[in-house]
């Protein structure tokens, strides 16, 4: 009879979206006890230089799959394996909230599978980050009774009758991974009659020092930002409570062209291959 293998605990933390003061008391708690930490591209190296433990590995898994740099899910999945029979504490530590467009689901069935102990830890999703450090409430008493966080990476992922409905709501919508189709969520809502009244903003870096604003109505779109490239990550907000930013922002724009998140250097032990270019692996 064989004997079920003894793993570790994994914990999937949440860095928040950036500022690395929103990431919780309970994720920096357990950075400090990891024995490794698997970390998205989207974490705030300061997070990593302050909170992991300093004996602790760093493993570089971020994806950036539109510039050809992706470590594969599947991969993902089997270090998380590998190493929670190594380590008492795994910690995977995802960008902004790790239930909000991650995937978590994908990480959740393996440690199942392997009945791997793990725990959940919740943060501050991007879109909450982004709006309050823009000055945008995402709800607001006549403007908006509701949020829908949504996603549009590419084209097949919103069906026609959703895009009328999307016109036609009242409530704020908040789109993930898409400043690159940009043109075609404008093209859409506005095509099926979009409230004039209601703007658009694209916030690039949200939180971070770097962060920057774009605002115009939908239907301006095409002069104001068509073709402009946003840097990632860029979150768009689309409703009538955009036009408070211009009342209650309180953090400057600035106007470097940097790119806030970047992999953890000046501690990098070794590199593993990745499937299109390498895998940064680096001690606290």
């Known amino acids: 009879m064989s004997r079920q293998p003894t793993y570790g ?5 949440s860095a ?6 929103l990431v919780t ?3 920096a708690r357990w950075l400090a006890q990891a024995d490794i930490v698997l970390t998205d591209r989207l974490v705030s190296p300061e997070i990593l230089s302050t909170y992991v433990n300093p004996q602790a590995e760093i493993v570089y898994v971020g994806k950036q799959c539109r510039r050809g740099v992706s470590t594969p899910q599947a991969t993902i999945n089997e270090l998380l394996v590998t190493y929670a029979l190594k380590y008492k504490t795994v910690v995977r530590l995802k960008g902004g909230d790790t239930s909000i467009f991650s995937n978590v689901l ?3 069935e393996t440690l199942v599978q392997h009945q791997i102990p793990y725990e959940i830890v919740p943060g501050v999703t991007a879109a909450l980050g982004a709006a309050a450090y823009a000055g945008i409430p995402l709800t607001a ?3 908006s009774v509701g949020v829908r966080l949504l996603t549009y990476y590419k084209s097949d992922i919103v069906a026609k009758e959703t895009w009328q409905e999307l016109a036609q709501t009242d409530d704020t919508l908040v789109f993930y991974m898409s400043g690159e189709t940009l043109a075609t969520v404008v093209e859409q809502l506005t095509s099926f009659g979009i409230d004039a009244t209601k703007k658009l903003a694209v916030i690039e870096q949200a939180t971070t020092p770097l962060q920057q604003i774009h605002t115009c109505s939908l239907y301006d779109y095409a002069a104001e930002l068509q073709g402009k490239t946003f840097r990632s990550p860029s979150l768009v907000i689309i409703g009538k409570v955009v036009a408070l930013h211009e ?3 309180w953090l400057p724009d600035t106007v470097s062209t940097e790119h806030y998140f ?5 501690r990098l ?6 499937t299109t270019k390498k895998r940064h692996v680096s001690r606290a």
């Open 106 to 108: 994908d990480e959740l």
């Open 141 to 143: 008493r006549g403007l």
């Open 25 to 27: 008391v309970k994720t």
């Open 16 to 21: 928040g979206p950036g500022d690395p003061e």
């Open 269 to 274: 032990t070794q590199l593993a291959e990745n």
């Open 9 to 13: 605990k994994v914990i999937l933390a």
């Open 262 to 266: 970047q992999p953890l250097t000046g």
């Open 247 to 249: 009342r209650f922002a």
